[in-house]
T-cell receptor
Framework: DSGVTQTPKHLITATGQRVTLRCSPR?????VYWYQQSLDQGLQFLIQ???????AKGNILERFSAQQFPDLHSELNLSSLELGDSALYFC???????????????FGPGTRLTVL | AQSVTQLGSHVSVSEGALVLLRCNYS??????LFWYVQYPNQGLQLLLK??????LVKGINGFEAEFKKSETSFHLTKPSAHMSDAAEYFC?????????????FGAGTRLFVKA
């Protein structure tokens, strides 16, 4: 158990819909990262937040957005869903005292999103 | 721009044989390098990391990796494979770019262990 929790574990929805994925980092970790894992794209870094502020951005679509709340949990919002958005979405956290992610990242179990 | 190349999407070894998973990276600044393992239906777990100092890094479950700057490589090895090592392995590089620290993962190598 990494200490990172993600809900829900599975999510099935239809094209055009909007969903919210939730992540609670390990106790004390300030940085949260979101990743998308699919068979054709592999593991893609989406975005990083550090203590409530966006710190780094990867291959995140404009239809996707994220935020980190004062209690440090994070949410990833996916809108206007397409079939190709079906994937595993991982959240990871690290202590990242300086905001840098060279620290070890602890991954949650993931949310499997299926868009029908 | 940083990148990671893992040679071989699938590697198959016999139980007790040497495991060698290859990783080459590119980075414009001194990188931080990682190996993660992903077991079925689970998230990624850190095996080992190189940040600074000794170039031979030992990790969990008997794995180790050597940072070779001249070869821009960070290959993962284990002297003797166990059935429980069957999983997917990801090499990752992290460095500080204009947008802050970013971690790029390789495409992954699935390790099969034959009895």
């Amino acid at each position: 158990d990494s200490g990172v929790t993600q809900t829900p574990k599975h999510l099935i929805t239809a094209t055009g819909q909007r969903v919210t994925l939730r992540c609670s980092p390990r106790s004390g970790d300030l940085s949260v990262y979101w990743y998308q894992q699919s068979l054709d794209q592999g593991l893609q870094f989406l975005i990083q937040y550090y203590n409530g502020e966006e710190r780094a951005k990867g291959n995140i679509l404009e239809r996707f957005s994220a935020q980190q709340f004062p209690d440090l949990h994070s949410e990833l919002n996916l809108s206007s869903l397409e079939l190709g958005d079906s994937a595993l979405y991982f959240c990871a956290s690290s202590a990242g005292t300086s905001g840098g992610n060279y620290n070890e990242q602890f991954f949650g179990p993931g949310t499997r999103l299926t868009v029908l | 721009a940083q990148s990671v190349t893992q040679l071989g999407s699938h590697v198959s070894v016999s139980e007790g044989a040497l495991v060698l998973l290859r990783c080459n990276y590119s980075s414009s600044v001194p990188p931080y390098l990682f190996w993660y393992v992903q077991y079925p239906n689970q998230g990624l777990q850190l095996l080992l990391k190189y940040t600074t100092g000794a170039t031979l890094v030992k990790g969990i479950n008997g794995f180790e990796a050597e940072f070779k700057k001249s070869e821009t490589s960070f290959h993962l090895t284990k002297p003797s494979a166990h059935m429980s090592d069957a999983a997917e392995y990801f090499c990752a590089v992290s460095d500080k770019g204009t947008g802050g620290f970013k971690t790029i993962f390789g495409a992954g190598t699935r390790l099969f262990v034959k009895a």
